[in-house]
């Protein structure tokens, strides 16, 4: 092979690597269809926070239902439609991120992964099972109700 011919070669597989690079590059998974909170949330507040809703007309109705938004596991804990009657907390466990669910017979939040178990005001009741590391405490969010939305502050 001459020079110009190598030169030639290695110029088209250049172009090649390049050119799978961008392909690659545009046709990812990035985009997931779920949207980012809103880091301004619209009504002020001054709390600084994102947020996260769900509307109790069609969710949460009766005491032990649960919904999951934005990463938020909202969960109801008594009847009425005050803050107090709901119970907000991030989704997924600290330990290794499995599903968090509300398991209102037993009066508490449980992993569905390694069955971490915790209080309604996060405190951890049993840490992970059959596997290795620690868990912490959950966050527990600040809640509203108006106009039959629950809202998260996601401090």
Request: glycine letters at 16%.
């Given at each position: 092979m001459e020079r110009d011919e190598f030169i030639k070669s290695l110029g088209f597989g250049l172009a090649l690597v390049c050119t799978g690079s961008c392909f690659q590059a545009c046709g990812g998974k990035g985009n997931t269809g779920t949207p980012e909170p809103n880091?301004?949330?619209?009504?002020?507040?001054?709390?600084?926070?994102?947020?996260?809703?769900?509307?109790?007309?069609?969710?949460?109705?009766?005491?032990?239902?649960?919904?999951?938004?934005n990463g938020v596991l909202f969960f109801r804990i008594a009847t009425g439609d005050t803050s107090s009657s709901f119970v907000a907390t991030?989704?997924?466990?600290?330990?290794?991120?499995?599903?968090?669910?509300?398991?209102?017979?037993?009066?508490?939040?449980?992993?569905?992964?390694h069955f971490s178990e915790y209080a309604t005001n996060g405190a951890v009741?049993?840490?992970?099972?059959?596997?290795?590391?620690?868990?912490?405490?959950?966050?527990?969010?600040?809640?509203?109700?108006n106009n039959g939305t629950l809202t998260a502050t996601i401090a």
């Open positions: 880091p301004n949330p619209p009504g002020g507040g001054g709390g600084g926070g994102s947020t996260a809703s769900v509307n109790l007309g069609s969710q949460l109705l009766a005491v032990g239902d649960q919904a999951t938004a991030e989704a997924v466990c600290p330990h290794q991120q499995g599903a968090l669910v509300w398991k209102q017979a037993l009066n508490k939040i449980q992993c569905q992964l009741l049993q840490g992970p099972q059959n596997t290795t590391g620690n868990t912490r405490t959950l966050k527990i969010y600040s809640t509203a109700v």
